[in-house]
């Protein structure tokens, strides 16, 4: 044991009722920097209590959790609702931890193991908290399953049979040349050896996005992999690396080590690399890598070549969307209005079926199923649970709630909400086209929402929102910044929002961080204008950035569990 720190056990309540377990060791004075330690699957945080000994860190709080379903956190064992669910406990987690012990995120360093790891990096790609630092150790960003098309067979007997589980084959012997290490695992009553079917296809998921986006991520990473790693593989974790933004990156592999690394025989050397980093890395004063020109590198170049001409490919896939596709209706009305439009939007929240013949219902049914959409149905459902949580934080305070939405189209969210809110609120919604204005006082009229008002306006006209009277407690964009690819318009935009806002006022914002079907849209789909749909999205640290740069301060998130579309909600300073 470290004489230097007191250990401590705690439980908090997570974003759903859960609860989580976990261990702190605190040093005798209040610490200002932390390390927050992810645990490999199956396993819990008593795991970590010689590695906290060996690192031998006298002035940092260390924190280590038991993932739900694991150890003495609430949960099925070994089994969650999706790796999205156990990236949302970290970020719960860490907001617990900022709030109980007052170390921000800024002085905060995160390690992970196997699994941990992946949730790890998931975290930090998808909240984009400002962490100093990443290590990973072992990550799982590919499983080593040994039957041929493992992954395909289990998507289909998950789809057949539902929930499942997988006893996991991973031998301690197969973890560690350590003999003692290897009976302490085999004998510990809290380590689970078996996974939910779903988790282990999220995981595998989860950890395709992170591979093709690891140029999202610009924190300072140190990655320690294993030289005889049976469980996961190496070439994965190559692939990560090489695709890091960090201006401050290393990847050790030790050679002759199984995959518990932080168990092997010579596990002090590992521990002594993570030791360094993270003593470097609290000794270095920190620069913010979103303000710089390389979070701007990574989806700015991806938008100029999907901006070029090309795609050949695609060019049957035109055809059949031009032809047939029109007897689907929504298709019909995306060639018609652009598939961005306000109007094509509404239709993919209403998701009800309809086409010419049943060949068109059955294209409709496979377009309002696409996976962009069903991101696009969940942001709805996110966009209203943030903004009933801004509505009744104004209320709380005692203040009027009244909310503007600058990019509205027909304001279908925004109308039902109100609808819902069971208490007073106004609206001003905004919209550049006419027609979106008219079918929001249609959608106003059917549902019958008062209080609301329409006016036509350019969300990138700063003076024009700034303007808005009475001012709004609340305010709104959503869907826009991601279909204009330079940030000059979206920083007047975000001022004249803050402009607009009353001090201590609200500003709920999406953003697009990743999407599979980028180049398939670019190639196919058309936008409002009539031109190729090439969307712009940002990592969420650039957006993040542009938002505080504009005077905010971020509260929460939410995300779908594709890592899609968030949904943030900020508030600006108090006078």
Not at 198 to 225: C, E, F, K, Q, Y
Not at 270 to 297: G, H, K, Q, Y
Not at 445 to 457: D, Y
């Amino acid at each position: 044991m470290n004489p230097s720190l007191s250990v401590v056990e705690r439980s908090m309540t997570t974003w759903d009722g859960g609860t989580l377990y976990y261990r702190a060791w605190l040093p005798a004075s209040t610490a200002s920097k932390a390390l927050v330690l992810f645990h490999r699957g199956h396993e819990h945080s008593g795991r970590w209590q010689h590695v906290v000994d060996a690192l031998g860190l006298e002035d940092i709080a260390i924190f280590a959790w038991d993932a739900r379903g694991h150890g003495r956190s609430s949960g099925d064992r070994g089994a969650a609702e999706s790796v999205a669910a156990l990236v949302k406990d970290a970020d719960a987690f860490a907001s617990h931890l900022a709030s109980t012990y007052g170390i921000s995120a800024e002085n905060t360093i995160v390690m992970g193991h196997s699994v941990g790891a992946v949730i790890a990096a998931a975290w930090v790609h998808d909240y984009a908290p400002r962490v100093r630092g990443l290590i990973l150790a072992t990550p799982a960003f590919r499983v080593k399953l040994y039957v041929p098309g493992a992954v395909p067979l289990l998507r289909l007997r998950h789809a057949m049979f539902g929930r499942g589980f997988v006893k996991s084959y991973v031998k301690a012997k197969l973890l560690t040349h350590d003999a003692a290490e290897a009976a302490a695992y085999e004998h510990d009553p809290l380590i689970f050896r078996q996974i939910a079917m779903n988790m282990l296809l999220d995981l595998h998921d989860t950890a395709t996005r992170l591979l093709a986006d690891a140029g999202a991520i610009h924190t300072p990473t140190l990655i320690l992999s294993a030289g005889r790693d049976w469980i996961v593989r190496l070439d994965a974790q190559q692939t990560f690396f090489d695709g890091l933004s960090s201006s401050v990156k290393a990847m050790h592999v030790f050679p002759g080590f199984f995959h518990a690394i932080f168990h092997e025989r010579d596990r002090h050397r590992p521990i002594l690399a993570a030791r360094e980093f993270i003593l470097e890395r609290f000794a270095t004063v920190p620069a913010d890598p979103s303000s710089s020109e390389a979070a701007l590198r990574h989806t700015k170049a991806e938008h100029d070549r999907l901006k070029a001409p090309g795609g050949r490919r695609y060019i049957p896939v035109r055809w059949a969307l031009r032809t047939i596709g029109r007897l689907s209706e929504g298709i019909r009305l995306g060639w018609r209005t652009g598939f961005d439009s306000g109007m094509t939007l509404d239709y993919v929240y209403e998701n009800r079926i309809r086409g010419l013949t049943p060949i068109g219902r059955l294209i409709d049914r496979a377009f309002l199923d696409s996976i962009g959409w069903r991101g696009i149905r969940q942001r709805r459902i996110h966009l209203e649970r943030v903004l009933h949580d801004a509505i009744d934080r104004v209320h709380a305070a005692r203040q009027p709630a009244r909310v503007l939405d600058i990019a509205a189209g027909p304001g279908r969210y925004v109308l039902e909400t109100l609808q819902s809110a069971g208490r007073p609120v106004t609206a001003v919604l905004r919209d550049a086209r006419q027609e979106n204005i008219d079918a929001g006082r249609q959608l106003a009229a059917r549902l019958g929402v008062s209080g609301v008002a329409f006016a036509c306006g350019d969300a990138f006209d700063g003076r024009g929102v700034a303007s808005t009277r009475p001012r709004p407690t609340i305010a709104v964009v959503s869907g826009l910044y991601e279909l204009f690819p330079d940030n000059d318009p979206v920083n007047t935009s975000l001022r004249g929002l803050a402009d607009a806002l009353e001090p201590g006022g609200y500003l709920v914002y999406t953003n697009q961080p990743w999407h599979p079907q980028l180049a398939f849209i670019a190639r196919t789909l058309t936008n409002r204008e009539g031109r190729p749909w090439v969307m712009r999205r940002r990592t969420q640290a650039e957006m993040d950035q542009l938002v505080r740069a504009a005077g905010f301060r971020k509260l929460s998130m939410e995300i779908d569990r594709w890592g899609i579309f968030t949904v943030s909600l900020a508030q600006k300073a108090a006078a």
